[in-house]
T-cell receptor, first 114, second 111 residues
Framework: AQSVTQLGSHVSVSEGALVLLRCNYS??????LFWYVQYPNQGLQLLLK??????LVKGINGFEAEFKKSETSFHLTKPSAHMSDAAEYFC????????????FGRGTSLIVHP | DTAVSQTPKYLVTQMGNDKSIKCEQN?????MYWYKQDSKKFLKIMFS???????INETVPNRFSPKSPDKAHLNLHINSLELGDSAVYFC??????????FGPGTRLTVT
């Protein structure tokens, strides 16, 4: 079975600082990996995804993530946080073990201080 | 055009009632989903459905049932509502196993 662990339910950064949100997954085969963002009172929207090919993936709003198979990780980063980045972030995995049902992490709330 | 839409956005009802939430997608996707998000933002998949198979999360009470009149619609029926059903419910669609497109959510409050 696939699973996703997001380390830290809350991450707090200052505006302009580096953002690092951690995601580790368990899978016996290369998975499809996703990061979604949820702004208050909205649905989730895709930030970026990894399917195959280049392991460094760039997404919207300046975010990027790197698939590291040896570490089973897919951490999300952004060089400089903006106040508008404050939101809930979800890591998700699918496509492993013949299952196309996605598994989501528990989410990380990003807090950005002025 | 909205890709995935849900109605209503807010739903307030009393315990014991039966209610439905409607979902429509205009993306041509073959699979639709229902999720429940609790007050701690935890996202739990309830159903995955396409015209060939329905996959039910075994932890979902049988008071919840998906109904799909056609490929673009997946409605959620809930019978005998309980206080613990209060949550935000999201519909989503995808061409699996790829990314999901989520609706704006329906906030259900059971009193």
């Amino acid at each position: 079975a696939q699973s996703v662990t997001q380390l830290g339910s809350h991450v707090s950064v200052s505006e302009g600082a580096l953002v690092l949100l951690r995601c580790n997954y368990s899978s016996s085969v290369p998975p499809y990996l996703f990061w979604y963002v949820q702004y208050p009172n909205q649905g989730l929207q895709l930030l970026l995804k990894y399917t195959t090919g280049a392991t460094l993936v760039k997404g919207i709003n300046g975010f990027e993530a790197e698939f590291k198979k040896s570490e089973t990780s897919f951490h999300l980063t952004k060089p400089s946080a903006h106040m508008s980045d404050a939101a809930e972030y979800f890591c998700a995995v699918s496509g492993t073990g013949g299952s196309y049902i996605p598994t989501f992490g528990r989410g990380t709330s990003l807090i950005v201080h002025p | 055009d909205t890709a995935v839409s849900q109605t209503p956005k807010y739903l307030v009802t009393q315990m014991g009632n039966d209610k439905s939430i409607k979902c429509e997608q205009n993306l041509g996707h073959d699979t639709m989903y229902w999720y429940k998000q609790d007050s701690k933002k935890f996202l739990k998949i309830m159903f995955s459905y396409n015209n060939k198979e329905l996959i039910i999360n075994e932890t979902v009470p049988n008071r919840f049932s998906p109904k799909s009149p056609d490929k673009a619609h997946l409605n959620l029926h809930i019978n005998s509502l309980e206080l613990g059903d209060s949550a935000v419910y999201f519909c989503a669609s995808s061409t699996r196993p790829h990314e999901q497109y989520f609706g704006p959510g329906t906030r259900l409050t059971v009193t």
